[in-house]
């Protein structure tokens, strides 16, 4: 998975991510592109936002990771998102804005596809619909 600094454009990066949330179980009518300034929503079933998810080229750079976090934040609490989602294809950071004002305290946890680990999979679950969600 390679992003644009490795030749991979931006929009593509957000491809990989509708890749992921589709093998998660989610619908293509749950997932919408470029909704105003969000790079990626994710709806519920009753079409309310459930996720926003931040794009970036890497969040290996902490300064991108800093915008990411900023804008994906401020876009979920513009539509009521819980969940937010910085991402670079790769790299995955879960927050949920009903746990606190901080955040630390709303950081649910990261993990990278490409060094899955089994622990990692709590946080994937938090990203695959649930039953009336």
């Known amino acids: 998975m390679k992003n644009k600094e490795e030749g991979?454009?931006?929009?593509d990066t957000r491809r990989l991510v509708e890749k992921f949330l589709l093998l998660l179980g989610h619908s293509e009518k749950q997932i919408v592109f470029e909704v105003g300034r969000i790079d990626v929503r994710v709806n519920?079933?009753?079409e309310q936002p459930w996720a926003v998810c931040e794009v970036k080229r890497?969040?290996?750079?902490?300064?991108m990771l800093d915008d990411a976090r900023r804008k994906g934040f401020d876009y979920a609490g513009q539509v009521g998102a819980p969940l937010v989602v910085l991402t670079d294809g790769d790299r995955y950071e879960i927050y949920d804005r009903t746990k606190g004002?901080?955040?630390e305290t709303q950081l649910c946890g990261k993990?990278?596809?490409?060094?899955?680990k089994k622990k990692d999979e709590r946080l994937i679950d938090m990203l695959r619909p649930k039953a009336g969600r």
């Open 8 to 11: 991979r454009p931006e929009a």
């Open 44 to 46: 519920d079933t009753t």
């Open 58 to 63: 890497s969040l290996a750079d902490r300064k």
């Open 101 to 103: 004002t901080k955040y």
């Open 111 to 116: 993990f990278q596809l490409t060094r899955y």
